[in-house]
């Protein structure tokens, strides 16, 4: 397939583009920032415990409508749980709830829910269905092409087929196996080998199912090239660590007529945003700690960067801080 047809045919799917969600780092700041650069990606909140939810003391939910579209990723093993959790999401809004069965860390493991879920195909499943059943926005599962020693085709096949039949239409398929011990997080990542084929190969096995990959995509040619074969793609750290790459996203990937959106402008647009929540209590660093990245390849983005991480966590800085940053940056 051409990458004009597949334009033509995908262009509006919600997940055609999404910034994955990435703990402690796509906050409701975060997300909002993002927006300035792109109206059609989709924003992931950071996984979300179902405990957390339920239980505790603060709202974890919250979220500012001109994120929007935004889906929430949940980290639970509890049908039930879970069923509460996405009855929520619905109440507040969100655009998607997502079942985290990739990440691979101690923590997550240790709570029973993440990758190692991928070795109980038939919870996963009953825990879709149940979610399923209670909202009618659509419940998607972002997940690995295996783990450990279960890293067969077949066995991601049957797992693919176990949700699939319990109503999941939508997944995201990080290319990477994930090792459950021996390996951080972070080597997770990195160390064992990224597979784009495999994804493709559950694309023309699971036809009906939309699939967007992730893993390791850092440019735009390489997301042209993976929507010749899926239905979209995820990026995480790139997008956080140059944002700039998504003023580019609504041309390139949407509307060949959109502008694209250059960081000063993404700034400018934080502005308000910023004055509100100073308003409201923020702190200032809260903000701008998702937005150092901003002007990446830029003459002064040094000095942004350094003016910000010097004086945004001072008692009372305020929008001045980011103004005079600003002020330090040329855009090429």
């Known amino acids: 397939m051409s990458i004009t047809a597949n334009m033509t045919q995908n262009s509006y799917y919600r997940g055609r583009f999404s910034v994955a969600p990435m703990l402690d780092w796509t906050t409701r700041h975060c997300r909002y920032f993002h927006r300035q650069f792109s109206q059609h990606a989709l924003l992931y909140s950071e996984m979300i415990t179902t405990g957390a939810i339920i239980h505790a003391k603060y709202d974890h939910l919250t979220y500012d409508q001109g994120e929007q579209p935004v889906a929430l990723q949940l980290g639970g093993s509890d049908p039930e749980q879970l069923k509460i959790c996405a009855q929520k999401a619905q109440q507040y809004g969100y655009s998607e709830i997502n079942l985290n069965v990739g990440c691979p860390s101690d923590r997550v493991q240790n709570g029973f829910f993440g990758a190692c879920l991928m070795a109980k195909a038939d919870l996963v499943a009953e825990c879709v269905a149940k979610m399923q059943s209670a909202v009618t926005i659509p419940v998607t599962v972002k997940t690995r092409i295996g783990i450990d020693d279960l890293d067969s085709y077949q066995f991601l096949c049957e797992f693919v087929q176990k949700v699939q039949a319990a109503g999941c239409s939508e997944l995201i398929v990080h290319a990477r196996k994930a090792w459950l011990s021996g390996l951080s997080p972070k080597e997770n990542r990195e160390i064992p ?7 493709y190969q559950l694309k023309r096995d699971f036809p009906q199912l939309k699939i967007a990959i992730n893993g390791g995509i850092k440019t735009l040619d390489q997301m042209l090239h993976h929507l010749q074969f899926v239905d979209g793609v995820m990026v995480g750290r790139e997008a956080y660590q140059n944002p700039s790459l998504l003023g580019h996203i609504d041309q390139a990937l949407f509307d060949t007529q959109s502008a694209v959106v250059s960081p000063r ?39 942004w960067r350094r003016y910000l991480s010097e004086n945004a966590h001072k008692t009372g800085a305020g929008i001045e801080v980011v103004e005079t940053a600003l002020s330090l940056v040329e855009e090429v």
């Open 193 to 199: 080998p990224l597979d784009y084929e495999r994804v």
């Open 265 to 303: 402008q993404a700034v400018e647009r934080m502005l308000p945003y910023i004055e509100k929540e100073l308003g409201a209590g923020t702190h200032l660093n809260h903000i701008t700690r998702h937005m150092v990245g901003a002007f990446q390849g830029c003459k002064g983005a040094k000095q």
